[in-house]
């Protein structure tokens, strides 16, 4: 092999694996993350099955002003979709029992760059729900 096409072959490897990882960014990667402390605490307000071929679980909760039992003024609907495979892992029935006892909930997430319109009506992934016991004015 002649040293012009070892240095053509050594260039398309690295244009190669920097489209790969300028699509795993761009396709793959997340615009932000509620994890840990940046999460959304608020009440669930509604959670049904939507779609027609592709079904989703898409949410509602009060957040903002919301993070105590019950919405009040200045709260802001948050729209959220939990996966299939996190719903069966047993954050439906975490969801379940906040929606239906009213308690106030701590929602980690992650918002991905791009993904199909059928996956999401909202663009947000619940990964995580934890109740949470606070009192009105507390934060």
Not at 49 to 63: I, N, Q, S, Y
Not at 68 to 90: C, E, H, K, N, Q
Not at 104 to 130: C, L, N
Request: with cysteine; aromatic share 10%; net charge positive.
């Amino acid at each position: 092999m002649s040293k012009g096409r070892i240095v053509l072959f050594v260039a398309g490897l690295v244009v190669l694996l920097l489209a790969a990882g300028g699509f795993n960014w761009f396709f793959l990667g997340n615009i932000s993350e509620g994890l840990g402390g940046d999460g959304r605490v608020g009440v669930i307000s509604k959670c049904s099955l939507k779609g027609r071929v592709f079904k989703t679980h898409e949410c509602d909760a009060f957040v903002g002003a919301a993070n105590v039992a019950g919405p009040t003024l200045g709260a802001s609907i948050w729209s959220f979709t939990v996966r299939d495979s996190d719903w069966d892992a047993g954050l439906g029935a975490t969801i379940q029992q906040a929606l239906e006892s009213g308690t106030p909930v701590k929602m980690e997430y992650i918002q991905p760059r791009w993904v199909a319109s059928w996956r999401t009506d909202s663009g947000y992934y619940v990964i995580k729900v934890e109740p949470r016991k606070e009192v009105r004015g507390e934060r």
